[in-house]
């Protein structure tokens, strides 16, 4: 059964850095994009990260760009999203799943979110 599983979240204050992790199972990773996204209270889910697991390529919308950064641990069917620098406006449920377009994804392919704030 395909299952991804987020882990990581906490409270953190301004300035801090938090890892998230994705662990997969039920299937490899690699082959796959991975997205992560960020929802903030009453707004849209957004993508911050896209990993292009064939060829290692990567996207960072402006806001985060420079501050956060995926990677891939194929040994461990594990994705990450390293936070750094974090700000308030970083707050929200954090998502991992396979893909990096919010409205193509099936519900099946995302995990169930982890909590994030930042604040002082």
């Known amino acids: 059964q395909l299952q991804l599983v987020e882990s990581g979240g906490g409270l953190v204050q301004p300035g801090g850095s938090l890892k998230l992790s994705c662990v997969a199972s039920g299937f490899p990773l690699k082959n796959y994009a991975l997205g992560w996204f960020h929802q903030a209270p009453g707004k849209e889910r957004e993508v911050v990260s896209c990993?292009?697991?064939?060829?290692?390529?990567?996207y960072y919308p402006t806001s985060v760009k420079g501050r956060f950064s995926t990677s891939l641990d194929n040994a461990r069917n594990t994705f990450y999203l390293q936070m750094n620098s974090l700000k308030p406006e970083d707050t929200g449920i954090y998502y991992c799943a396979l893909g990096c377009t919010a409205q193509t994804i099936p519900d099946d392919l995302w995990g169930h979110g982890t909590q994030v704030t930042v604040s002082s």
């Open positions: 990993l292009t697991s064939h060829d290692g390529d990567t």
